[in-house]
């Protein structure tokens, strides 16, 4: 069986701050790793994801995250916050098996001014 | 190109009642996936279509239950509404098995 956990439901930073929502995994194959973002009212919109190939995934608007598998980790990370990076993002994993992601609860990213 | 649809937007419905959520893929999209998305507890996978065939299910009552169209978009039937099924249900597409799943923005269930 594959899990989430997301570290924090809530992560506030300030404007220009270093951004960093912690995801770690359970899985009993390689995992395949997923970072999404939904936007109030809106649905999810892949930010990045990690196949097996490198370990430092980049994805859109400035995000990049770092498979390590001796810490089951897959945090996401950007180096200045901007105040439309607010939204909730969302840590998935899937296994070669189903590929069906299992999502974990979310962190809220608060940006302040 | 049209991203994946879902309606109605909003849907109000009272304990006990039938509740239907339709959605449309993405062109060439076979597969449709929904999940429930409840206050606090993320997304819930609830079922999975490709093909027309129901080819798997998460952990919820029969009382959810759903089917694919030839044109591959699907309807999500909840009967005998109950107030904790309140929540965003969202569809998502995908090309094939193992591919992204492109996400729809969701349909906000109400049950007073």
């Known amino acids: 069986a594959q899990s989430v956990t997301q570290l924090g439901s809530h992560v506030s930073v300030s404007e220009g701050a270093l951004v960093l929502l912690r995801c770690n995994y359970s899985s009993s194959v390689p995992p395949y790793l997923f970072w999404y973002v939904q936007y109030p009212n809106q649905g999810l919109q892949l930010l990045l994801k990690?196949?097996?190939?490198?370990?430092l995934v980049k994805g859109i608007n400035g995000f990049e995250a770092e498979f390590k598998k001796s810490e089951t980790s897959f945090h996401l990370t950007k180096p200045s916050a901007h105040m439309s990076d607010a939204a909730e993002y969302f840590c998935a994993v899937s296994d070669g098996g189903s590929y069906i992601p299992t999502f974990g609860r979310g962190t809220s990213l608060i940006v302040h001014p | 190109e049209a991203g994946v649809t879902q309606s109605p937007t909003h849907l109000i419905k009272t304990r006990g009642q039938q509740a239907t959520l339709r959605c449309s893929p993405i062109s060439g999209h076979t597969s449709v996936y929904w999940y429930q998305q409840a206050l606090g507890l993320g997304l819930q996978f609830l079922l999975w279509?490709?093909?027309?065939?129901?080819?798997n299910r998460g952990n919820f009552p029969p009382r959810f239950s759903g089917r694919q169209f030839p044109n591959y978009s699907s309807e999500l039937n909840v009967n005998a509404l109950e107030l904790e099924d309140s929540a965003l249900y969202l569809c998502a597409s995908s090309s094939q098995q193992g591919t992204d799943l492109f996400f729809g923005p969701g349909t906000r269930l109400t049950v007073l």
């Open positions: 990690y196949t097996s190939a490198a370990t």
């Open positions: 279509y490709d093909e027309g065939e129901e080819r």
